[in-house]
């Protein structure tokens, strides 16, 4: 007798007219997981989705993941549904009402000091929780909501539409009842959609590893370092854990560091997730998680705070000095460190050496200069450790 499954999904398919989608997002039948990304969709991507409807033309399904028996995630079709919802409710949210007011959907800083490099539209601080949030039919909705923040949009669709016109479903329900296996599957499905029209970026997908484990988000992508920019985008927060875990695993030798990972670092990254998330330590990462991080994030975040340590950056170098010692000593190894007026001075003697080096200007990301940064910053606040002599400026 073969061994009964024990991991995997059944999945199901069929139907829906789009009066019946619309009344399940409005009863919030569906619902959005919290890694998913907010709108990104133009006005015309709203048009060109209508008119493929209206023409019969093949619309991909929406997948649904149900947890444990009773919450039904939208997994892949957020878009979509968002602007089937937006034409039949008639408004179309303002991109400048909607601005995000913190960084945490931008991009974050790219290592080569490129301001040109991101040509993806930024998603805007809008979903369709706007609408449902606001009441469960288009009445109540339009009653209630702010139409200054919205600009009208009228499609001339008449009731034969909604009721004619139907887009299909995957249900994906885990066979497994524990509730770690069903985020790993679900966190899975989502990494594994190409979302039609607008391909997620490498941080969207990413981010939907840090919900594997409940309240992982708060270690992976902390709300202090939204704060930290680099040419107006924050800092990659999981790019310093899993370099200063490695480096904590290669008995503080910088000079292996993501070896073979160049033309790979998000592989590298996710790797170091899924470290942290399965609580071992293996060949390449050191696990950094604790029971009590957030004493060393808060002692962290006081840090940041001081008039002697930037909070906006125009290079990466100038960041990677400033932010690799600082993070290691006070997260990786849980020690104190005296912030004085002698560290900007000693970070920039160091960071005007590398910029005298046109090829570390050009191409900061190389494996070589990154180490270089890394050693160089753990070096200069080592001698600022409370425990120590402070009155050794070497570095």
């Given at each position: 007798?073969?061994?009964?499954?024990?991991?995997?999904?059944?999945n199901?398919y069929g139907?829906?007219?789009?009066?019946?989608?619309?009344?399940f997002?409005?009863?919030k039948?569906?619902?959005?997981?919290?890694?998913?990304?907010?709108?990104v969709w133009?006005?015309?991507?709203?048009?060109?989705l209508i008119?493929?409807?209206?023409?019969?033309?093949?619309?991909?399904?929406i997948t649904?993941?149900?947890?444990?028996?009773?919450?039904?995630?939208i997994?892949?079709g957020q878009?979509?549904?968002?602007?089937?919802?937006?034409?039949y409710i008639?408004?179309?949210?303002?991109?400048?009402?909607?601005?995000?007011?913190?960084?945490?959907?931008?991009?974050?800083a790219?290592?080569?000091?490129?301001?040109?490099?991101?040509?993806?539209r930024?998603?805007?601080?809008?979903?369709?929780?706007?609408?449902?949030?606001?009441?469960q039919?288009?009445?109540?909705?339009?009653?209630?909501?702010?139409?200054s923040?919205y600009?009208?949009?009228?499609?001339?669709?008449?009731?034969?539409?909604w009721?004619?016109?139907?887009?299909?479903?995957s249900?994906?329900?885990?066979?497994?009842?524990?509730?770690?296996?069903?985020?790993?599957?679900?966190?899975?499905v989502?990494?594994?959609?190409?979302?039609?029209?607008?391909?997620?970026?490498?941080l969207e997908?990413?981010?939907?590893?840090?919900?594997?484990?409940?309240?992982?988000?708060?270690?992976?992508?902390?709300?202090?370092?939204?704060?930290?920019t680099?040419?107006?985008?924050?800092?990659?927060?999981?790019?310093y854990?899993?370099?200063?875990?490695?480096y904590k695993?290669?008995?503080?030798?910088?000079g292996?560091?993501?070896?073979?990972?160049?033309t790979?670092?998000?592989?590298?990254?996710?790797?170091?997730?899924?470290a942290?998330?399965?609580?071992?330590d293996?060949?390449?990462?050191?696990?950094?998680?604790?029971a009590?991080?957030?004493?060393?994030?808060l002692?962290?975040?006081?840090?940041?705070?001081s008039?002697?340590?930037?909070?906006?950056?125009?290079?990466?170098?100038?960041?990677?000095?400033y932010?690799?010692?600082l993070?290691y000593y006070?997260?990786?190894?849980?020690k104190?460190?005296?912030?004085?007026?002698?560290?900007?001075?000693?970070?920039?003697?160091?960071?005007?050496?590398?910029?005298?080096?046109?090829?570390?200007?050009?191409?900061?990301?190389a494996?070589?200069?990154?180490r270089?940064?890394?050693?160089?910053?753990?070096n200069?606040?080592r001698?600022?450790l409370?425990?120590q002599?402070?009155?050794s400026?070497e570095?």
């Amino acid at each position: 007798m073969s061994k009964s499954k024990k991991e995997g999904s059944r999945n199901f398919y069929g139907e829906y007219s789009l009066e019946q989608w619309i009344n399940f997002v409005l009863t919030k039948e569906i619902i959005l997981p919290d890694y998913q990304r907010a709108f990104v969709w133009e006005k015309e991507d709203v048009e060109d989705l209508i008119d493929s409807l209206k023409n019969g033309l093949f619309v991909p399904p929406i997948t649904i993941g149900n947890y444990g028996g009773k919450t039904n995630y939208i997994l892949d079709g957020q878009q979509r549904l968002s602007a089937i919802l937006i034409a039949y409710i008639g408004l179309f949210p303002d991109r400048d009402k909607f601005k995000f007011k913190d960084k945490e959907y931008l991009s974050t800083a790219n290592e080569n000091d490129d301001l040109d490099d991101d040509e993806d539209r930024m998603p805007i601080d809008w979903q369709f929780n706007c609408f449902t949030t606001e009441g469960q039919d288009k009445e109540s909705i339009l009653n209630k909501i702010n139409r200054s923040k919205y600009d009208p949009v009228d499609y001339e669709l008449d009731e034969n539409f909604w009721k004619d016109t139907y887009i299909g479903f995957s249900l994906i329900i885990p066979i497994s009842d524990k509730k770690p296996e069903q985020q790993k599957l679900y966190s899975s499905v989502f990494r594994n959609i190409n979302i039609k029209g607008k391909s997620l970026s490498q941080l969207e997908s990413r981010k939907s590893l840090y919900f594997l484990k409940e309240d992982f988000d708060k270690w992976f992508s902390p709300q202090f370092a939204n704060s930290i920019t680099i040419n107006n985008a924050p800092i990659d927060f999981v790019r310093y854990l899993s370099l200063l875990s490695q480096y904590k695993k290669n008995n503080e030798d910088a000079g292996r560091i993501a070896q073979n990972y160049k033309t790979k670092m998000e592989k590298y990254y996710e790797s170091y997730i899924l470290a942290e998330v399965n609580n071992e330590d293996n060949f390449l990462f050191s696990q950094l998680l604790i029971a009590d991080y957030q004493q060393k994030y808060l002692a962290l975040k006081k840090h940041l705070l001081s008039p002697f340590i930037p909070r906006i950056f125009t290079s990466i170098i100038d960041a990677d000095i400033y932010l690799f010692g600082l993070i290691y000593y006070t997260i990786v190894e849980g020690k104190t460190i005296s912030i004085t007026e002698k560290i900007p001075f000693k970070i920039k003697e160091k960071v005007d050496a590398f910029k005298r080096n046109n090829k570390h200007i050009k191409s900061p990301s190389a494996l070589k200069y990154l180490r270089s940064r890394i050693q160089t910053s753990i070096n200069i606040y080592r001698n600022y450790l409370i425990s120590q002599n402070n009155s050794s400026d070497e570095a």
